[in-house]
């Protein structure tokens, strides 16, 4: 079974930044890809940043593009996610998933398994 534990989300000021982890256990985790999501409320959750197993191929959704930057720890099992200038639309529950490929996707339906999420409030 499969684990994916988020942290680093919090309440930050508009502008500020945040660095969310997500650790994972259970899945030779190297192997696969592994992305960002979020979810607004009433909204769909929507795709923010995908990074294939080596961390060569990364890809942003057009909203973050510039400020916020996905990488991954393979000797620790880990994905960040660092979010600069951050948008009081960036307010959202944000979840870590794993891929069942070892490329980097945007289709959540792609992804294995999932995080139970952080939430990131951007506010004055």
């Known amino acids: 079974q499969v684990q994916l534990v988020e942290s680093g989300g919090g309440l930050v000021q508009p502008g500020g930044s945040l660095r969310l982890s997500c650790a994972a256990s259970?899945?030779?985790?190297?192997?696969?890809?592994m992305g960002w999501f979020r979810q607004a409320p009433g909204k769909e959750r929507e795709f923010v940043a995908a990074?294939?197993?080596?961390?060569?191929?990364?890809y942003y959704a057009d909203a973050v593009k510039g400020r916020f930057t996905i990488s991954r720890d393979n000797a620790k099992n880990t994905v960040y996610l660092q979010m600069n200038s951050l948008k009081p639309e960036d307010t959202a529950v944000y979840y870590c998933?794993?891929?069942?490929?070892?490329?980097?996707?945007?289709?959540?339906?792609?992804?294995?398994?999932w995080g139970q999420g952080t939430q990131v409030t951007v506010s004055s």
């Open positions: 998933a794993i891929n069942r490929e070892a490329v980097a996707t945007t289709i959540p339906q792609r992804y294995a398994y």
């Open positions: 259970g899945r030779t985790f190297s192997r696969y890809g």
């Open positions: 990074i294939s197993w080596s961390g060569g191929m990364t």
